[in-house]
Structures are given as structure tokens and as C-alpha cells.
């Protein structure tokens, strides 16, 4: 790899990575080393000049800069950096004009001719052959579901894909078809199936539907985003009660020891009137540890609850069933009964969700105010220890 190509990469790569939205989830800089690496695939297949290569190379990294400054007619923007660029480097003038054909030739539209223009336009389009397919596809979709507003269902997704692959996309080079036509055909092959079986799918859900009357206020399934704010932040919740009860139980543990080397080596001395002077910073000592076991106690300590509920809890929206607390006494009949209620009532299932979240807030408000106090008391009471020790001593070398 020539110099130019050198500075010509890292001059992409350095644009992309600081100039491009993040919106850009398919057009980035990913999406520009994989044309890049094509390219240099197929010139190696198609056998072509130093110069060819140089110039295929520089417009594969080149070609997509455009984006930077927008969507709308990024080709042109494309091609003003390249000119800007390369000029800067001095390249000459005709090169630089092949470079500007070659990323013009990347629009959707365009019919390729020279040979080059067909290897770059197969270069850009190298993941309809490859493994990774469905994935890059699915990277396009959601690019185009931010910047353009394009919304796709997967049936119609499904839908574009295959029209896209069937009639529409073609390799332009021997060389391209040759090396990436079977894949092609797998993946269109896959589109297929999945088609066929959501088109299944659909039509025994319709079926379902028509057979099946449901009732007024019929729980719809949440939008992606509900399940995962709720999912997210149960979890949140249970991570911060976990690291809370952790702590509790170090300063439980910990203050346990202490006790125990107390009350094993310091408070039998206390019998003898020379030890007299220690008493007073050993009881404070005592009562800061003992104070700090009963606080880390109180955070962790779980709250007892009725565990049942009557019929009218349910019809009147009062019982949280997502809570153990409030039916482990229930028989399981009673409890799959208003589980089933439930599931049909959005409105109850989503407050039963909001009232979940609630209350594992109130808990983890309690467990950290006394776990912070029970830090504070240890803290201080420790240094206060410290202190009267000190200060105990001192005393008592001053009365000898």
C-alpha cells in the first residue's frame, strides 16, 4: 500500500469517526472499510493496473464522506471533499476527475459502464453475498427509521428485502457474481422462509382473532420501549438492593468481629484497678458496635406481610400481584384466577408494574438512609473510640 492510499485512509477514517452523526448506523465507518476491503478483493480477481487500483481504492474510501454533511445528495458533497482533499495533495488533475466518476457511480440509480464503476457499485453492495446480511440490513433499516422516517413492519421489511435481491440487485462483474452469487442466493432463499412463515403466523393470529371475543379493555402487548423501561429498571432496583444488603452484611460481619475480640480480650482486664481507666472508652467502643449491628440489622431486615388478598382486592384494582408478599398464603387456584384478571386488564397490569417499581423504591429509600447512618455511627464511633482511648491512656500515664 502506497503513501497516498495511507493518507487517503486516514484521512476517511479520521472524518468519519469525528464529522459523522451516530445516526449513521449503516452509512459509517464500518460500511466504508467493508467497500474498501471488497474493492481491494475484486481488483486483485479482475486484474487490474497500479493506477486502477489506486483510483478504485481511493473513491471506495472516499465515496461515503458526503454524509457528513447529510443525507440529500451526499454523492455531490462526496465528491467536493474528495476534490478538496486530493487536491491538497496534489494529485493529478485527471485521477482526481476518475475518482469523482467512480462515487458518482454509487447512486441507487446509476447504470455502470466502465469496469471500475461496476466493481466499486459491487463493492458497495458486497454484504448481499455475505454471512453477515441480515444484520447490515437490519443496520439500514434503522438508519432509515431515523433520518429519512422510513418505517417498515417486518412483513413489509421482509418485503423490500426480497423484491430488492429478486428483481432489482445485480453483480456487474464476472468476478463479483462468481465469488458472491451462491450466498446471495441462500440469503434470498432465507428471506423467503421467513416470509412464508410470518405470513403463516398472521393468518392463525387473524384466526385466533376472529374466533376469539375478547373483552372490553383487553391487554394489548406493550411497545418494545414499555417492556424495556420496565425491565431496566426492576433490574436497577434489585442491583441497588443487592449493593445495599452487601454493605449491611461487611459492617454486620465486621462489627461481629469486633465484639467478639472485645469481649474475649479487652473487658476481662477491666476486673483489675489498674485497668480501671480503660473502662469508660471500652464501653464506648462496645456500644458503637453494638449500635452498628443493630442498624445493619434493620436495613436488611425484610417486612412480614399478610400474603392474601379477597376477590374484591382484585375486581377493586388494590392487590399487587407481581408482589410474593401479597399471595404467598393464596392458594394456587385463587392466585392463577387473579393472575388471569390481571392479564386482562392493561390498565390494572400496568398499574400493578408502576406500583412494583413504587414500592421497591420506598424499600431501597429505607435500606440506604440506614445503611448511611449505620456508616455514620460506625464512623464516628470509631474515632471517638480512638479518641477516648487516647485519650485513657495519656491519663492514666499522667497519674503514675
Known sequence: MN?????????????????LDTSYVYHNLTHTQRVAGKAVELAELCELTDTEKEILFISSWLHDTGYTKGVENHEESSIGIAKEFLNSLNYPAENIEAVCKLIAATKVDFVPNTRLEKIIRDADCSHIGSKSYFEVSELLRKEWEILCNKTYTESEWLEENIK????????????AASAWDKRKGKNLSELLKLKKKLDSDNKKLNQKKEELSFKKNKVEMPERGIETMFRVTLKNHITLSNIADTKANILLSVNAIIVSLVLANLIPKLDNPSNSHLIIPTVIFVVVTVASIILSVLATRPNVTSGQFTKADVANKKVNLLFFGNFHKMSLQDFEWAMGEMMQDKEYLYSSMKKDLYFLGLVLNKKYKILRLTYSVFMIGIIVSVIAFAVAFQTSGAAV
Open 164 to 175: 430488492f435481491l429478486s428483481t432489482v440487485h445485480r453483480f456487474h462483474t464476472p468476478e
Open 3 to 19: 503513501d497516498l492510499i495511507i493518507a487517503v485512509e486516514k484521512f476517511a477514517t479520521q472524518l468519519l469517526n469525528e464529522k
